[in-house]
Each structure stands twice: as C-alpha cells, then as structure tokens.
C-alpha cells in the first residue's frame, strides 16, 4: 500500500543548530502512531514537516499526491490564545473555512454538521460559551471537533493529553482509537509513554533522530528509551500491561525525611495535601488558627 | 427642536459628519483585527508612513490618494512579512518600518519650505474642510474596505486566530494578509484627512477595546466596535460644534469616555459576581 506521507533521509535545523537528522519515516493509510521523545526532541518540527508548515534543509518529504492529502491538524493548547472572543462553535465551524460558502455567517447544514460532531464529543451543550470557559478536556475536545470537521485523511495531533486530567486523557485516546477503526489516519506526540503503551499500536522514539519505531511491546524496552530520553528508564511489564517511569536518580523525599509526619511537618501541611495522597483517612480533626486541623496515623 | 437641526444647516457640518460616521465605523471594523493581532501600534505608526507618502506625492505632483496608498500599502505589507518572516516583534517591526517613512516627509517637508501649512491638516485633521469630492473618496472607500471584509470574513477570523494553523486548513494566509494590508492602508487614507495622524491609532483601537470589554463574541465584537465608531463620529461633530473644540479631539475623547464606561461597568459586574458568590 502507498504511504500517505514519506520521509526520506530528512534533515532540518533552525539556523546553524540541527533539530532532526537523518529521519526516515513512512506513515500507511490506517495507521495509528506516537512520536514520543523528550522535550527538544523535534516531535513538534517533524509534525510541522508533514503539515508543510516547514520545509527540510536536506532530504525529501514525499505526499500521496492523488488525491490531494486532507490533513487535519490539532495544536498544543498552550498555543492557543484564550482570550481571543470566540465561542466553541466558531471554532469548530473554522475547520472548513474553506468549503463553506461566501457568506460571512454560516450555513444552516454546517451548523447542523458542527452540532453532529461535538455531539458525538459530548461537549454539544457547550457551542455557544466561550473557549476560556471550558476545561481542559473540553478545550481539546473543541480543537478535535474542528479537526474533524474537515474529515481529514491524516489528524496530526501535538500533545493531545498536556494539560488534562488523566480520565480526560484515557477519554480521548479511546475517541481517537475510535476514529482509527473507522479508517483516519493518526499522528500524534505525547509525553505520556503508559498512555501510549496502552493505546496506540505503533510508536515512533525520536531524539534528534529515529531511535526505533514499531509495537509498543518492541520498543518500549528499557535500553531504547534511557537512549531515547538520555536518561534511566524503568519498564515495569504485568500480564498484557507496559508502565514506564524514569529510574529516580539521587535521592527521593524518603531518603531525607524518614518520617514525614514526625520530621517537623506542620499540621496544616499534611492535611492539605500528603496523607490525603496516599489515601489515609484522617483519625482526628480540631481547629486551629481558624482552619480545620486533620491528623492522620502515621 | 429647531436648535438641535442648527449644525446640519451648513454644508461644511453634513459633509464632515458624514464622513466622520463613515470614518469612524471604518476604523472601528478594522481595529477589531489590529486589537486582536496585539498590533494597536500599526494605527499610530501606518498613519506617519502614509504621511511620508503624501509629502512624496506632492513633491512629485501626484494624487494625495495615490501617493499615500501606495506608501501606506507597502508598508503595511512590510511589517506583516516583517513579523511573520522574521524573529522581529510587530511593534519594533511599526517602530522601524513607519518612523523611517515619516522621516522622508519630514525630510522633504524641510527641503522643500514651501508647503508647510497644507501638511497642518494631515497631521491634525480637518474634518470642517472635507469636500464632496472627498466624502465621495471615503465612501467609496469604506464601500471596497467593506466588500473585502465581509468576502474574506471567514479567512481573517482564522488568520487572526491562527495564522499558522490555518494554513494548515487551507486557507490561503499569504492572500489573506496582503488584502488585510490593503484595506487597512485603505481605510488610513480614507481617516488621514478627517482624524489626522495623530488621532487616527486612538480611532482603531479604541472602539475595538471597548467591544471586546463588552463581549466575548467575534461577530458581536465586530458589529459593536462599528456601531461604536460610527456613533462616536457623529455625536463627536455634534459636540464639538457646540462647545466649539477641534472635530478629532471630541470624537476621540468621546471614545475614551465610553471606554472608561465600559471598563467601570465591567468592574461592577465583576464585584456582584464576587459578592453573589461570597452569599
């Protein structure tokens, strides 16, 4: 089968300093596939690659070129501008700028389609309030449903869980897997690598330069990602499940404080906080200075 | 009764205040862009580049218009590539690109002593002395400047957004830019004679500040900070025949007044929330 999108040989640098080198990559109608890397890794310059935002200093970038290639792209939330006055509805309707008609206001079935997919999202009730209002789930919801308003071929995504909670995370992983069987091709990048085990079929490691690429079971090996992210990987394997963690290295907050509890640790300190982590229930509670006061067993 | 219908008994007063409603509206629908690219220096700056462009024009007894358009034009154009092909910010990108234009007038205006005086309504305005010709000048203006908005409403609400992005979407950002960059030097010429250099950045981005306080909605935003602009216009002549002060100060100290309005009524709402919430 074609490939949507080939890499050969790509190099690219912002002026003198190389960013990615040597990349080559193919990505296969169908596909469902991770770039993950540490932060200056180039995920985001190779995303930018393939959305024509940015073209390579050395190498070829190689597109299915009948028909054209309908990409969709959903940026990193942080760069959004959030006070830009625009609700939910006009920027999902943004997605097809271009297909709509002349008119300023738009159209009745494009409406109609925009209503469809946040509905789909589960975020409908919310078109007409403001992005800033909306949490952080939500918002990546909303730049989802302009993405798939344009029904794109390939949905490049840029950190699609940064900023939300991890059932909001797990909630779009599983609409993107969703999209998957129904035939879109997806790209993404991620930080988080238990996500990606769990979720995504096939991952791409990059520092600077393709690691490795295949099944998360493939690679996600403790020698490919301490060289992925420079640093002492920890893969825990149990039964069909994959967790990652970077090894700590120098000392935890047991190392130095024994007992957190008796270490000299205000009262309000703990209760704000500590002990509710880690899920004891509070055994006592009085007042002090005004504030509720719990003490937990230690 | 009749006493309110005195001003409009002149010619100079119908002309000037239908071309201060047309200006102020014009202004107003394009400062929601300017407001929202953080470029409200552009005004400020645009204004002295056309400036430089008018005194070119008349050292080469050219139109005013041309002159001043075609200056205006490129540099508008150049700051835009300015911004998005270099790492300078927009505002030292205005800095550099209209202080340079200004300078050749004042440079020309030095060399060449003669037409000193002509260039007072440039910089200051002269509303009272617009003529048919030149009220039809900015109607025409306001007209095409319109026509383009409502054409590329959708392209610019998403170049404004997320220039890069919607690239990626498919709009043709490069087109979108260059025709943003004419109409805004468009709708500068159309404001240089009526406002005046100096007045004309308040005139874009006051109005468009004053809507964005007041609504969270691009469209709502867009036809607030016209009607605003408009309105202003025609109550600012209004006033200023009355209390017999320069057209373009009271129009513009009428938009400062509103928005201060505006900015009061929004803390007030603020502190009832709060309170509400406190209960």
């Known amino acids: 089968m074609k490939p949507l999108v080939e890499f050969q040989n790509v190099m690219f640098g912002y002026s003198a300093r190389p960013v990615l080198e040597d990349v080559s990559l193919h990505l296969h109608p169908g596909q469902f596939a991770a770039l993950v890397g540490p932060s200056g890794a180039g995920k985001t310059t190779l995303l930018k690659l393939i959305l024509r935002l940015l073209r390579p200093v050395r190498g070829q970038v190689y597109y299915r070129d009948t028909p054209p290639l309908r990409l969709a792209y959903v940026p990193q939330l942080e760069t959004v501008d959030w006070n830009f006055p625009v609700t939910t509805e006009e920027v999902v309707l943004m997605g097809i700028t271009q297909r709509s008609g002349r008119w300023p206001w738009p159209q009745k079935a494009d409406r109609h389609r925009a209503s469809a997919i946040l509905d789909q999202l589960e975020i409908a009730d919310l078109a007409h309030r403001h992005i800033r209002d909306l949490s952080g789930g939500q918002q990546q919801r909303v730049f989802l449903a302009r993405a798939l308003i344009a029904e794109p071929e390939l949905l490049v995504l840029d950190e699609p869980t940064n900023g939300v909670d991890m059932r909001s995370a797990e909630n779009i992983f599983h609409q993107l897997a969703h999209l998957n069987l129904n035939g879109m091709t997806i790209l993404l990048t991620t930080h988080d690598l238990n996500m990606a085990a769990a979720h995504i079929p096939w991952v791409v490691c990059l520092n600077q330069r393709i690691i490795a690429q295949g099944v998360p079971e493939a690679v996600f090996t403790e020698t490919i990602l301490s060289e992925t992210y420079r640093g002492e990987m920890l893969v825990i394997r149990q039964d069909s499940h994959i967790f990652v963690q970077q090894r700590p290295h120098?000392?935890?907050?047991?190392?130095?404080?024994?007992?957190?509890?008796?270490?000299?640790?205000?009262?309000?300190?703990?209760?704000?906080?500590?002990?509710?982590?880690?899920?004891?229930?509070?055994?006592?509670?009085?007042?002090?200075?005004?504030?509720?006061?719990?003490?937990?067993?230690? | 009764m009749d006493a309110l219908f005195t001003p409009f008994q002149?010619?100079?007063?119908?002309?000037?205040?239908?071309?201060?409603?047309?200006?102020?509206?014009l202004c107003g629908l394009i400062g929601v862009y300017i407001v929202l690219r953080s470029m409200s220096y552009i005004g400020h700056g645009l204004s002295h580049a056309v400036f430089g462009g008018a005194v070119v024009a008349?050292?080469?007894?050219?139109?005013?218009?041309?002159?001043?358009?075609?200056?205006?034009?490129?540099?508008?154009?150049?700051?835009?590539?300015?911004?998005?092909r270099t790492r300078i910010n927009a505002d030292a990108a205005i800095g550099v690109i209209t202080t340079a234009s200004f300078a050749v007038g004042v440079a020309l205006i030095s060399r060449y002593r003669r037409f000193?005086?002509?260039?007072?309504?440039?910089?200051?305005?002269?509303?009272?002395?617009?003529?048919?010709?030149?009220?039809?000048?900015?109607?025409?203006?306001?007209?095409?400047?319109?026509?383009?908005?409502?054409?590329?409403?959708?392209?610019?609400?998403?170049?404004?957004f997320d220039a890069e992005v919607a690239q990626v979407y498919g709009v043709p950002t490069n087109w979108v830019e260059t025709w943003f960059a004419l109409a805004l030097a468009a709708a500068i010429i159309a404001s240089i004679q009526i406002m005046g250099v100096t007045m004309i950045a308040a005139a874009l981005v006051v109005p468009a500040i004053t809507a964005r306080l007041l609504t969270d909605s691009f469209h709502r935003m867009i036809a607030l900070s016209t009607g605003l602009g408009a309105f202003t216009g025609l109550l600012g002549m209004y006033l200023s025949f009355y209390v017999d002060v320069s057209s373009g100060a009271t129009i513009v100290l009428l938009q400062a007044f509103l928005f201060c309005l505006a900015l009061a009524t929004l803390a007030r709402r603020r502190a009832g929330r709060l309170l509400q919430t406190d209960v």
Not at chain 2, 59 to 72: C, E, K, P, R
Request: proline share 3%; with cysteine.
């Open chain 1, 250 to 298: 120098g000392h935890t907050y047991r190392d130095l404080i024994a007992d957190p509890v008796a270490g000299g640790l205000p009262d309000h300190d703990v209760a704000d906080g500590m002990a509710a982590a880690d899920g004891v229930l509070p055994v006592e509670m009085k007042e002090k200075d005004g504030r509720a006061v719990h003490t937990f067993p230690v």
């Open chain 2, 10 to 25: 002149f010619e100079f007063f119908r002309n000037g205040t239908m071309a201060a409603v047309l200006v102020g509206g």
């Open chain 2, 58 to 84: 008349f050292v080469m007894q050219q139109s005013f218009y041309v002159g001043a358009g075609l200056w205006g034009f490129v540099a508008a154009l150049l700051i835009n590539q300015t911004v998005r």
């Open chain 2, 116 to 160: 000193t005086q002509s260039f007072d309504a440039a910089l200051f305005g002269n509303i009272l002395g617009v003529t048919r010709t030149d009220l039809l000048v900015i109607a025409c203006i306001t007209a095409i400047v319109l026509v383009v908005i409502l054409l590329l409403y959708k392209q610019l609400l998403f170049t404004t």
